[in-house]
């Protein structure tokens, strides 16, 4: 399998990129981002880019994969809505657009999140957005498209969020993660569950395109 990775950088790309690099199935990663990912490995490559809204210029580096793991995103907080909608939705569209166009039997994989409002008229401004995206990337004619909604998500392997108020949150919650993981298992996931549930759903598909927390521990048994 030949994997396009979108945000390899944050905390959920990190795991899943280390998931890819260690997994036989997969055999290159083109990761894409506004930074390299300071990683050196023979099937890793690293694709910078400036400007998220045309691909125009790399048609020929996108091509030839058979999945796009995307999971570049940022926090809501303290941001304006058009602002908000401008990364996670219109960045998100430009990147998929493009890529149905070059690679059309492809899966896309979107990491969304729990709560997402896929009536796209709720109250909450991330979730519509959120929602809004969803759709649009349902309605493109990939082979195949799954939206993953993780809950909390524990890092693993020296991962870090670069959100400070998720590391503030992570580490004074690391004690406890174990013992939550064991009594809500619905709502808690790992950086290398959503990596290996990503790797198994586009090799093997779902039953279902939108996954939530306790699907994405399911299906990265």
């Keep these: 399998m030949k994997v396009i990775l979108f945000g390899a950088t944050g905390m959920v790309g990190q795991g899943v990129l280390r998931e890819c690099l260690i997994d036989p199935a997969v055999e290159r990663v083109l990761a894409v981002g506004r930074s390299a990912t300071g990683q050196q490995h023979a099937k890793l490559r690293d694709l910078v880019l400036r400007d998220f809204l045309d691909f125009s210029a790399v048609t020929s580096e996108l091509a030839g994969y058979d999945a796009c793991f995307f999971c570049l995103g940022v ?3 303290g941001m304006k809505e058009a602002d ?3 990364v996670t939705y219109d960045v998100t569209l430009a990147a998929a657009r493009s890529l149905v ?4 039997a492809m899966t896309f994989i979107y990491v969304s999140g729990a709560g997402t409002d896929s009536s796209e008229r709720g109250r909450r401004m ?4 959120k929602g809004q995206t969803e759709n649009a990337l349902l309605g493109l004619p990939f082979r195949s498209v799954y939206m993953f909604r ?3 998500i524990q890092p693993l392997h020296g991962i870090r969020s670069k959100t400070g108020w998720y590391r503030l949150l992570y580490t004074a919650t690391r004690p406890l993660l ?3 993981r064991a009594l809500f298992p ?4 790992t950086t290398e569950q959503v990596g290996r549930a990503m790797i198994a759903v586009a090799a093997k598909g779902a039953d ?3 996954l939530e927390n306790d699907d994405i521990n399911a299906a990265a048994i």
Excluded: D, E, G, H
């Design 208 to 210: 279902k395109r939108v």
């Design 178 to 180: 174990p013992l939550l």
């Design 186 to 189: 619905k709502y808690i996931t």
């Design 84 to 86: 908000y909608r401008r």
């Design 150 to 152: 993780p809950a909390a």
């Design 101 to 104: 166009t070059i690679n059309p």
């Design 75 to 77: 926090s809501s907080a």
């Design 126 to 129: 991330w979730a519509r957005v």
